[in-house]
């Protein structure tokens, strides 16, 4: 799918040229600022060829490309997509600079043609992709936060998430002996809790993720899209006539799950009708969103949004984890041995998990060399400023590239080496206070859902390790495993993991 999509990308951008040619050499005899001896001094970067600039040099992994393109011109480097100018910050320093010390200017976000929020209008009630930091984006992140992401929220959750962790348990006894994907099972558990905080619902079993992939594969599907290079993004002029048919897919996997959601939201507004006199009835994140008044369409864009962000990133950081520890079997038995330590019953518990140091130790690492989105959501400047002494023009794209500086050697001792270890004289955690290691960003438009992530993925990664041995199938060596990377949006796995269970416990 993620192939099919970027052949059709590529082949449209030919007979766009044509068009777009006429438009470059009008714009240039016109004297645009594009072409204004006065223009101010922007970030240095590559020859950007006329029209599509440095499109066709991003590739299938533009976090790789643009980490490269750093040795060359810095930590803080552009490039021109289309009619697009992006700066790109890659390191602890230039990250600094953009999500801490000029947060307000680059609070904007760039967002995609495809991303459905956009066109149906409702780019004001996104949570992830609202235009601005505006009171809209203020009332809505506030709501999420006392009402999924406080303290009080998640230690009220913890219940259902631990309960989930131990189907997942069950049911991976069950192909004792047999080879599963670890993404699809994690997937499976991540979704389900999500699904029950949000809306009370169990909407996947693990039994069709692991043979079908359902879910896994609508929500991969909307990555994919995601990540496809767009001529709409590139030249906002032709989005209207979605020449690549992205935002028609886009479409089309909305209504996929709109039509998963509506029976459920129907359902909860009649019942509402008749509880709305009991204040005693249990309120979970659908009943509040019915009466604050939202509508159906806005309820459909945020439970997307949040599942979309929460499912894959967390599956995918779990998967990352694994293989990294199959490769070090070394960490593995220190792992396991902790849990063997620190837990003291047939279950783990959340309240376990602040013991569990070097697990989480692996889990960071992992996390430094895989972050879930390795270029994190697309800022954008509000205002015109200077960043380490280069100007970045209003409305500008910037990027921070988390992968990028996870693996540089100016904050990293040995950074391609996986070592755990280092984040055990570190006190350094997932809430962006230091910008060398930013998986969920830092800032205004940081992650809002980090606080039940943190929770979730090491709970799961933690049942993994203690309730199971793993092997490779056909006996293979574990330093074998193909790390490979690719780039949906997340940064996933290119070939999935194959294991195979072995009880301990």
């Not at 910050?89 to 967002?111: H, M, N, P």
């Not at 409702?122 to 506030?142: I, P, T, Y």
């Not at 008749?274 to 009835?281: K, L």
């Not at 955690?429 to 910008?435: D, E, H, I, K, W």
């Amino acid at each position: 799918m993620a192939t099919m999509v970027t052949e059709i990308s590529s082949n449209l951008f030919i007979p766009a040229l044509l068009f777009l040619s006429l438009i470059y050499l009008i714009a240039k005899q016109l004297k645009t600022p594009f072409s204004s001896r006065s223009a101010p001094r922007l970030p240095p970067g590559p020859y950007a060829w006329p029209i599509l600039g440095n499109a066709l040099q991003m590739g299938r992994n533009p976090h790789v490309t643009l980490a490269n393109l750093a040795k060359i011109y810095g930590p803080l480097f552009s490039v021109r997509l289309g009619s697009q100018l992006v700066v790109v910050a890659s390191s602890q320093e230039a990250a600094a600079e953009i999500l801490k010390t000029q947060d307000r200017v680059f609070s904007g976000r760039f967002v995609p043609d495809v991303i459905p929020a956009k066109w149906l209008g409702l780019e004001n009630l996104s949570l992830g992709w609202n235009g601005e930091v505006n009171d809209e984006f203020k009332f809505l992140r506030a709501n999420c936060q006392t009402i999924l992401f406080s303290n009080k929220a998640i230690l009220s959750q913890s219940c259902l998430r631990e309960k989930k962790a131990m189907d997942m348990v069950r049911f991976i006894r069950t192909k004792e002996g047999e080879v599963i994907n670890v993404k699809e099972i994690t997937f499976a558990a991540v979704f389900s809790m999500l699904t029950n905080i949000l809306m009370s619902r169990d909407l996947v079993n693990f039994e069709l993720e692991s043979v079908e992939g359902g879910m896994s594969e609508v929500i991969r599907n909307i990555f994919e899209v995601g990540a496809a290079p767009n001529i709409s993004d590139l030249f906002p002029v032709l989005a209207p006539f979605d020449l690549q048919n992205l935002r028609k897919k886009s479409k089309e996997l909305y209504l996929r799950c709109s039509a998963m959601f509506e029976p459920i939201i129907k359902e909860r507004r009649e019942r509402k009708m008749i509880d709305e006199d009991d204040a005693s009835s249990q309120q979970d994140f659908l009943d509040t969103l019915i009466r604050n008044g939202s509508t159906d369409e806005h309820i459909n864009i945020l439970l997307l949004e949040l599942l979309v962000a929460g499912t894959d990133t967390s599956s995918s950081a779990i998967e990352w984890s694994m293989a990294e520890l199959m490769k070090s079997p070394e960490y593995m038995k220190k792992a396991q041995e902790e849990l063997k330590n620190e837990i003291n019953q047939d279950v783990i518990q959340e309240s376990d998990l602040p013991r569990l140091k070097f697990l989480h130790a692996c889990l960071k690492e992992s996390m430094r060399l895989h972050p879930p989105g390795p270029l994190l959501l697309p800022h954008r400047a509000i205002d015109s400023c200077q960043v380490m002494n280069y100007s970045i023009p209003k409305n500008s794209q910037v990027l921070v590239n988390a992968y990028a500086i996870g693996r540089d050697p100016k904050s990293w001792k040995d950074p391609l080496a996986y070592n755990p270890e280092r984040f055990l004289i570190s006190d350094m955690n997932f809430r962006g206070s230091n910008t060398e290691f930013i998986p969920f960003g830092a800032g205004r438009r940081a992650c809002p859902g980090q606080p039940m992530a943190t929770k979730h993925v090491p709970l799961l990664l933690a049942s993994l390790l203690h309730f199971f041995d793993w092997s490779l199938p056909c006996g293979n060596d574990p330093k074998d495993i193909d790390m490979t990377g690719k780039f949906h949006t997340s940064l996933q796995k290119d070939q999935p993991l194959l294991l195979i269970p072995k009880m301990k416990i």
